[in-house]
């Protein structure tokens, strides 16, 4: 059985980091894309870092770059992201992601977590 455990979330000042992680069980995902995802309240789950399996390509929503990063360790079957300049409206539950995809300029993912709540202070 996958399953997808995040870790790191919590509630902090505008401006400031987090660092979330997600330790992968059940099977390897070495050669899969890993990623993340994020829902505000009344909005739907939107797309937020993508990392291949090397780490090489990268990906992440406009609204990020250059403030998150996203990385994994495949000998640990985890995934990070790195959070800083931590803004309102980052303020979300993080999900996150493997199996992640893209077809069509829409991102999906065969495995979920089951989300972690980042709230930024103002």
């Known amino acids: 059985q996958v399953q997808l455990v995040e870790s790191g979330g919590g509630l902090v000042q505008v401006g400031g980091s987090l660092r979330l992680s997600c330790a992968a069980s059940?099977?390897?995902?070495?050669?899969?894309?890993m990623g993340w995802f994020r829902q505000a309240p009344e909005k739907e789950r939107e797309f937020v870092a993508y990392?291949?399996?090397?780490?090489?390509?990268?990906y992440y929503a406009d609204s990020v770059k250059g403030r998150f990063t996203v990385s994994r360790d495949n000998a640990k079957n985890t995934v990070y992201l790195q959070m800083n300049s931590l803004k309102p409206e980052d303020t979300a539950v993080y999900y996150c992601a493997a199996g992640v995809s893209k077809y069509n300029s829409k991102w999906s993912s065969d495995y979920w977590g089951q989300g972690t709540q980042v709230t930024i202070s103002s």
């Open positions: 059940g099977r390897t995902f070495s050669r899969d894309g």
């Open positions: 990392t291949d399996w090397s780490g090489e390509i990268i």
